[in-house]
């Protein structure tokens, strides 16, 4: 089983939908990551988190340490958020490396 | 303020020859990580470098090395290239925990 699972692999929304990505991880983190990486390849860091929310834009990300799960939710969701989106923890005491679920791969059709 | 830049874009080489990969951190950035994204397996800890010292690798042989330079950059080496060595290779920058990741390497062995 991975440190780092995410749900669902595959996600299809239309257009103006609420969407939200789950996160679970099996290890002591100090933080946890939201990423984004576009057809491409680029990479982006959308939140980095230790507790509770936060918000950017139509973006939010939440987290709950005690039952080890993070969600990263898009509200009114515009074809440009198709992407894949990546958890990644930090684990507690480890030397600065992530450890990434395998991402969800967004499409959100017109 | 300029992002992570990774050069080349694209780098086609042969097995058994040897392929560098360089990284330039944002400004003022002391930490530099590697990561592989090799097709349908997701993103992994290749290397850490933090003011000029290797702090930790992650699970690949010997033949994945690096260094930091002075100037915060960094070098990924890889010798004796095999044909799943063929993967997208991204850096990132830290200035303490968040990471900015660069838009990546993208290494094909034939």
């Known amino acids: 089983k991975n440190e780092v699972e995410q749900s669902p692999q595959n996600l299809t929304a239309q257009e103006g939908e609420f969407i939200t990505i789950n996160c679970s991880y099996s290890?002591?983190?100090?933080?946890l990551h939201w990423l984004q990486q576009h057809p491409g390849g680029g990479i982006v860091s959308l939140f980095m988190?230790?507790?509770g929310k936060k918000k950017h834009g139509r973006l939010i990300a939440t987290i709950n340490i005690q039952e080890k799960h993070s969600s990263l939710h898009i509200t009114a969701s515009h074809p440009r958020d198709s992407a894949v989106y990546i958890c990644?923890?930090?684990?507690?005491?480890?030397?600065?490396?992530?450890?990434f679920g395998k991402g969800t791969k967004l499409s959100v059709k017109p | 303020e300029a992002g992570v830049t990774q050069s080349p874009t694209h780098l086609i080489k042969t097995r058994g020859q040897q392929a560098t990969l360089r990284c330039s951190p944002i400004?003022?950035?002391?930490?530099v990580y590697w990561y592989q994204q090799a097709l349908g397996l997701g993103l992994q800890f290749l290397l850490w470098?933090?003011?000029?010292?290797?702090?930790n690798r992650g699970n690949f042989p010997p033949r994945f090395s690096g260094r930091q330079f002075p100037n915060y950059s960094s070098e990924l080496n890889v010798n004796a290239l095999e044909l799943e060595d063929s993967a997208l290779y991204l850096c990132?920058?830290?200035?303490?925990?968040?990471?900015?990741f660069g838009p990546g390497t993208r290494l094909t062995v034939l």
């Open positions: 990132a920058s830290s200035p303490r925990n968040e990471q900015f």
């Open positions: 290890v002591g983190i100090s933080a």
């Open positions: 988190l230790s507790s």
């Open positions: 990644a923890a930090r684990v507690r005491g480890s030397q600065g490396n992530l450890i």
């Open positions: 400004s003022g950035h002391t930490s």
């Open positions: 470098y933090d003011e000029g010292e290797e702090r």
